[in-house]
């Protein structure tokens, strides 16, 4: 909503498909994402076959909903990327 300046929580969830090749790109995103960020769990997905050579990052957020859609958007944007955003409150 343009001119939004309510604070959310929420989660990001990402699956980073090709782990090895997209880990800079993810990594970059967040970091310049950084100032919202509240926590961070990744989790390695190589043990289970059907989905092997993936990861999946779970991120806690404070954010405007347009800071919360900017961020999913640039991760989005790269190719093997899935992201998900849950507003909790």
Request: a negative charge; charged letters at 25%; proline letters at 1%.
């Amino acid at each position: 909503m343009p001119g939004e300046t309510k604070t959310h929580l929420a989660t990001v969830s990402i699956l980073v498909k090709e782990r090895d090749t997209h880990v800079a790109e993810v990594n970059a995103i967040l970091s310049r994402h950084a100032d919202r960020i509240i926590s961070r769990l990744g989790v390695n997905l190589d043990r289970f076959e059907a989905i092997g050579g993936s990861g999946l990052i779970d991120v806690v957020v404070l954010g405007t909903a347009a800071e919360l859609k900017a961020l999913t958007d640039e991760l989005d944007a790269l190719y093997g990327i899935v992201a998900r955003i849950s507003v909790l409150d």
